[in-house]
């Protein structure tokens, strides 16, 4: 499985707090089943601002520590690429325009060009409530006439969306592909939470689930309990494509296909 939503890198959110819990979620992740992950610290004006160039060199460190010859609990089958979970701001078009916002999977030199064979870039994005609905709209349809898909991180942890799911359905006809969180489908979240996240995937307003993970206690990387309760709901066929097939896609920087 690929978990595309995880705050593993240390130090720089409310994620990991050193190498060592670090490298624990690793081996919780990879014990799970999970074979690739896009690390994804926080990127959040005035509050989480890692600079790209610092991301990277992290998520480099974290691959050598994975490497076989330092690596415990076989950690080299693990594989990790950069990302970042990009609150949704006004300038969030500029960011991408300057070369500072970090892709999906982004190349591991920092570069303002786009990558060679890939025809898409993904942003992950967590809305906002500041934000209006035709604002949100707008961006996407922005973002995607330069051919970046933005992913909207659990929209079920989202008041706007809480309040009205159709509201997502127009922001993936926009464009957009949604990600919902392993703990909202196994319940963590709560009731309410459990409910609607059910519902989106019913609707099929779900293309990826991820961990969205924070730490190796309360919010570990695992993925398997949700794909199996998505199993039972949808079917063990769909459920798989949204912890490999698609989000393998969002990786290689290839077309998501939704129908
Ligand atoms: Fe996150």
Same mark, same amino acid.
């Given at each position: 499985?690929?978990?595309?939503?995880?705050?593993?890198?240390?130090?720089?959110?409310?994620?990991?707090?050193?190498?060592?819990?670090?490298?624990?979620?690793?081996?919780?992740?990879?014990?799970?089943?999970?074979?690739?992950?896009?690390?994804?610290?926080?990127?959040?004006?005035?509050?989480?601002?890692?600079?790209?160039d610092l991301i990277l060199s992290k998520?480099?460190?974290?691959n050598t520590l994975l490497t076989p010859?330092?690596?415990?609990?076989?950690?080299?089958?693990?594989?990790?690429?950069?990302?970042?979970?990009?609150?949704?701001?006004?300038?969030?078009?500029?960011?991408?325009?300057?070369?500072?916002?970090?892709?999906?999977?982004?190349?591991?030199?920092?570069?303002?060009?786009?990558?060679?064979?890939?025809?898409?870039?993904?942003?992950?994005?967590?809305?906002?409530?500041?934000?209006?609905?035709?604002?949100?709209?707008?961006?996407?349809?922005?973002?995607?006439?330069?051919?970046?898909?933005?992913v909207l991180s659990h929209p079920e942890?989202?008041?706007?969306?809480?309040?009205?799911? #159709?509201? *997502?359905?127009?922001? !993936?006809?926009?464009? &957009?592909? +949604?990600?919902?969180?392993?703990?909202? /489908?196994?319940?963590?979240?709560?009731?309410?939470?459990?409910?609607?996240?059910?519902?989106?995937?019913? #609707?099929? *307003?779900?293309?990826? !689930?991820?961990?969205? &993970?924070? +730490?190796?206690?309360?919010?570990?990387? /695992?993925?398997?309990?949700?794909?199996?309760?998505?199993?039972?709901?949808?079917?063990?066929?769909?459920?798989?494509?949204?912890?490999?097939? !698609?989000?393998?896609?969002?990786?290689?920087?290839?077309?998501?296909?939704?129908?």
């Amino acid at each position: 499985m690929i978990d595309i939503h995880a705050h593993i890198l240390p130090g720089l959110d409310d994620g990991a707090k050193d190498w060592q819990e670090t490298l624990d979620m690793c081996a919780i992740a990879r014990n799970d089943g999970i074979h690739t992950i896009v690390a994804t610290p926080h990127v959040k004006q005035g509050i989480y601002t890692p600079a790209k160039d610092l991301i990277l060199s992290k998520v480099a460190e974290l691959n050598t520590l994975l490497t076989p010859d330092t690596s415990r609990l076989s950690l080299h089958a693990l594989k990790v690429f950069p990302g970042a979970d990009i609150a949704f701001e006004a300038d969030i078009l500029n960011q991408i325009e300057k070369g500072t916002a970090v892709y999906l999977a982004n190349p591991m030199i920092s570069t303002n060009f786009m990558n060679p064979g890939r025809s898409f870039r993904y942003v992950l994005l967590e809305l906002s409530d500041y934000f209006l609905f035709p604002q949100v709209k707008d961006l996407i349809r922005k973002l995607r006439e330069k051919n970046i898909v933005p992913v909207l991180s659990h929209p079920e942890r989202i008041a706007m969306i809480q309040r009205n799911h #159709k509201l *997502l359905h127009e922001f !993936i006809q926009a464009g &957009a592909l +949604s990600q919902v969180t392993a703990l909202s /489908i196994t319940g963590e979240f709560g009731k309410e939470i459990k409910k609607l996240t059910r519902t989106l995937i019913k #609707k099929n *307003l779900v293309q990826v !689930i991820a961990t969205d &993970a924070h +730490s190796r206690d309360l919010r570990p990387p /695992i993925l398997s309990r949700a794909v199996l309760e998505v199993a039972d709901l949808i079917g063990s066929e769909k459920a798989e494509l949204m912890v490999q097939g !698609i989000p393998q896609a969002i990786i290689d920087g290839k077309e998501v296909d939704i129908t």
